[in-house]
């Protein structure tokens, strides 16, 4: 192994399945759309083989003793050290903050929805966040949280709050950035609705075709801007002008992405004044975080303090290679040393996804490949297939670097470490990936690749800004690699 300059540095350390069209495509890793179907999507229209459409209905019963077993198991994972800042609209108002669900008044049927998903008591962000946004008259708010501390739930709560059931058409929007979070959030809210059969939700995604004319009923509407803005202003789908509650999800990524941005900036502006709107994300920029203010009207905040902005639940380690061949052998190293449930890798480009996802396929392993030119029917199908443990190792490039919730991953590779278009290192972006281990308070495991001056020189930039020592690993060394681990 070639030894770069050392890392200076004296740092402490710190399902739903849905209902796809079947097709008979190969790809390498898996036949595409081959996923199960759910008994409570339905209405579903197909236009060609490659296109999902998806329109929804209703909510599944709940398995009581499933749900025990569920808020059994997660009774810990919510729990985190964190603090929050909390800056206030009217700093004169009381603060309020809950330490149980019981204390929110929600509607019976919510309740029975949070202890299904396995929550005995608020998380942090949840303590803080969850009063404000249920408050009547309601209020705005710009929210910073960690992944898997409950954002998701929180606002998915209050989007359920504050729709009438009575009322057929569209209430509530949340914009996501992607399709694969726009689904993940869909899941949450039938999971959060299971006794809430009168709300409905609707996937304003590519792919989901509708008549012209459609007169949408359900309350509910998620979706990538784009489609969310169509389904507004060309289609009028939607009446901008009846909705309650706007959420951007990811928003740093909403409001920082060319075009993502404008759209959201025009759904915005067609919303009435009283409409509430929450933003929420796991990290956002001094600029991003001035842009947010501008856009939403005397917002509360919610921030985390820098400190505590990287998961101390999981452990950060390097390894020094010279290629791309080297850093596969040190990830066989990896593999033929220690037990990995399941791993996501990260790649910078397609084609390294795709090279590393054929090498690991051909020594044995169970890979799944995700990258963004995939067809949506089958990029739904290679995280179900994930989620589900069919696979055990997700090569992926950026578009699941955030909020795709897998509970049994728990060791991330960032393959080639995330840089912007400059070449400088995008420190969000690391965030979200290695945030997918160390979920709800698990202990995770993050291996970096370094393999030239310059992704060393990124990594100290990396290690400088979070303020957490990264070890150096040794792949030779199989004691040394079982060590971590423990």
């Keep these: 192994m070639t030894t770069w300059n050392s890392i200076p540095h004296q740092l402490t350390d710190a399902s739903s ?19 199960k179907q759910h008994k409570h999507w339905h209405r579903c229209t197909h236009t060609h083989d490659n296109i999902l459409t998806i329109h929804t209905h209703g909510f599944s019963t709940v398995d009581a003793a499933q749900s025990l077993l569920n808020k059994l198991i997660r009774s810990n994972l919510v729990n985190t050290t964190n603090q929050v800042e909390v800056l206030q609209r009217d700093p004169n108002s009381p603060l309020y903050s809950v330490k149980s669900f019981e204390e929110l008044r929600l509607k019976p049927q919510l309740l029975q929805g949070v ?23 309601p209020q705005n708010l710009i929210a910073q949280s960690q992944s898997g501390t409950g954002k998701t739930a929180a606002f998915v709560l209050a989007m359920l709050s504050h729709v009438d059931p009575n009322n057929k058409f569209p209430q509530a929007l949340c914009v996501s ?29 590519r792919g989901n075709k509708l008549q012209r004319g459609t007169q949408l009923q359900e309350q509910v509407v998620i979706g990538t801007p784009g489609t969310m803005l169509d389904w507004c202003l060309k289609f009028k789908f939607i009446d901008p002008k009846k ?27 067609m919303l009435p004044k009283q409409c509430q709107m929450l933003l929420f994300s796991a ?36 390894v020094l290679c010279n290629s791309k061949e080297e850093k596969f052998m040190a990830l066989c190293n990896i593999y033929g040393a220690i037990t990995i449930a399941q791993a996501m890798i990260f790649c910078h480009t397609r084609k390294t996804a795709g090279w590393l996802a054929g090498e690991l396929s051909r020594e044995g392993h169970q890979v799944a490949l995700l990258s963004g030119e995939m067809q949506v029917e089958q990029r739904a199908a290679v995280i179900d297939r994930f989620r589900d443990g069919k696979e055990k190792v997700l090569v992926t490039t950026n578009v699941c670097a955030r909020g795709i919730d897998v509970e049994q991953v728990s060791v991330v590779i960032n393959f080639d470490l995330p840089v912007d278009r400059d070449g400088n290192p995008d ?16 202990r995770g495991l993050a291996i970096n690749m370094v393999d030239s001056r310059f992704s060393m020189n990124v990594l100290n930039k990396i290690q400088e800004h979070f303020n957490k020592k990264i070890e150096k690993l040794d792949t030779d060394d199989l004691d040394e690699i079982e060590k971590i681990a423990g």
């Design 17 to 35: 399945k849905i209902t796809f069209k079947k097709t008979d495509k190969k790809t390498p890793y898996g036949t595409a759309g081959t996923v």
């Design 115 to 137: 202890y299904a998903m396995g929550f005995n008591r608020p998380s942090k962000i949840q303590e803080n966040a969850l009063p404000m946004m249920l408050a009547e008259p």
């Design 177 to 205: 950035p992607t399709y694969e979070l726009a689904l993940q959030t869909g899941k949450v809210i039938e999971q959060m609705g299971k006794h809430y059969s009168e709300v409905k939700l609707v996937y304003a995604i």
């Design 243 to 269: 909705i309650k509650v706007f959420v951007l999800d990811e928003a740093d990524v909403m409001i920082a992405t060319q075009g993502h941005q404008d759209q959201s900036i025009r759904i915005q502006r």
């Design 283 to 318: 990290t956002f920029e001094e600029t991003v975080w001035n842009f947010a203010q501008r856009i939403v009207p005397d917002p509360n905040i919610i921030k985390l303090k820098r400190e505590e902005e990287t998961l101390d639940t999981i452990k950060q380690y390097y």
């Design 427 to 442: 420190n969000e972006t690391y965030l979200h990936r290695i945030g997918r281990t160390g979920r709800f308070g698990k």
